[in-house]
């Protein structure tokens, strides 16, 4: 069964993503405020804290202590199509983040990054089972995280470049421990924890293994989001929201499977697509990383055209930083250069992700209204289409 919507108009007059085809210049796109959902804690470290911190704590495994030949083996190993180089890219990023000072550290220049990137809001993610090889309690690794995030939205506003930064604590599906990580986020969420997630490999790792972990969520009425339909399709995206309720889909690009073209344009959508739009589930859209992995074969070929022209709730992220060679800027200029895009369609995901967020409504509300609005009259001012 399939549910009929109407012809896609992706430049009819009422199409809020309407606009000028010529790319904005890269100032522009940077001072524009952004909203991040998706981001990696170990996949977007600097190349040259990497090696400061490897120095520091005696981790002897980096392919090279030139850390500008260091970001560029990152993007090459992430790129290589190689599932083993791609693991081999966080091992280094875990394999220095074991230790108080170093959470701290890469926290804190996380938030000062994405400041500079023009973030107003971010939720960054980390599974904190990974940082306790060196002995690290649970909570302490949370500790460590959240002054982080607090010394760099400091440092950030000092520079006159302020940003919220919240976190969102990841549990591996390939591991047995996500209810526990579901009470630490619990424990933490009027400390900056904003929610839950789980990551790691989809095939034969259904989220359904971690029901009780989501249960317990609920019961809480705690938030959280499910990496899911990235490079796995609908089945997965399926159980996500169907029988684990997750509020957001982290990726959940192949929701496309379940959406048919005809030759005139009209499209229609299938039972779990119509559902996750009608539910307005957000989805995590992460275009460079899915480029990457291969869940799009480029930008310009990105299912995130589509689902912006059929209404789903489109954000853009960054997934991994360091990985990718990206930011959010960055992923918005290739938005622009592929598709025309222009200050209004940035505007439109950036309301989409402030909307989409893990903070309270009234704190959404006054980003969007007092912040993002503002900013993005002003750009569109200076900068008419
Ligand atoms: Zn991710």
């Not at 083993?84 to 959470?103: C, K, S």
């Not at 995030?149 to 506003?157: I, N, T, W």
């Not at 889909?249 to 929701?255: F, M, P, S, T």
Request: glycine fraction near 8%; aromatic fraction near 6%; charge should be negative.
């Amino acid at each position: 069964m399939s549910v009929e919507t109407g012809p896609i108009h992706p430049a009819g007059p009422r199409d809020p993503l309407a606009g000028s085809r010529s790319p904005l210049p890269v100032e522009v796109v940077r001072r524009a405020p952004k909203a991040l959902l998706h981001d990696h804690l170990d996949g977007g470290l600097r190349p040259a804290t990497i090696v400061d911190l490897a120095a520091t704590y005696g981790y002897d495994r980096l392919p090279t202590t030139d850390p500008v030949a260091l970001g560029e083996w990152f993007v090459e190993a992430a790129d290589s199509g190689s599932l083993e180089r791609y693991l081999e890219t966080f091992a280094h990023t875990v394999g220095v983040m074991q230790h108080r000072a170093a959470l701290v550290r890469v926290a804190a220049e996380c938030a000062e990054d994405l400041a500079a990137d023009g973030c107003v809001y971010a939720e960054v993610r980390f599974a904190p089972e990974l940082h306790v090889a060196e002995g690290l309690a649970l909570d302490e690794v949370v500790e460590a995280v959240l002054e982080g995030f607090r010394v760099g939205e400091e440092r950030a506003a000092a520079a006159g470049r302020p940003i919220v930064v919240r976190t969102l604590l990841t549990a591996m599906r390939t591991a047995a421990r996500s209810r526990e990580i579901a009470e630490l986020t619990v424990r933490y969420r009027d400390a900056g924890v904003a929610g839950f997630d789980i990551a790691g490999a989809e095939a034969g790792f259904p989220p359904s293994r971690h029901l009780d972990a989501f249960n317990y969520l609920r019961g809480e009425s705690c938030h959280f989001t499910i990496h899911a339909g990235e490079a796995f399709g609908l089945p997965s995206i399926h159980e996500a929201v169907a029988f684990c309720g997750c509020e957001r889909l982290g990726h959940g690009v192949r929701i496309v499977d379940d959406i048919d073209l005809s030759p005139d344009g009209s499209a229609s959508l299938g039972r779990l697509a119509a559902y996750v739009r009608d539910l307005r589930i957000p989805l995590e859209l992460c275009p460079s990383s899915n480029v990457q992995t291969g869940a799009a074969a480029s930008i310009a070929d990105h299912p995130i055209r589509l689902l912006a022209d059929l209404r789903f709730r489109v954000t853009v992220n960054t997934d991994n930083r360091l990985m990718s060679g990206t930011s959010m800027t960055r992923e918005m200029l290739l938005l622009s250069e592929a598709f025309g895009w222009g200050l209004p369609q940035l505007q439109w995901l950036t309301v989409n992700a402030l909307k989409s967020a893990f903070i309270p409504f009234d704190q959404r509300l006054a980003l969007i209204d007092e912040v993002v609005k503002p900013a993005y009259a002003a750009l569109m001012a200076e900068h008419p289409a």
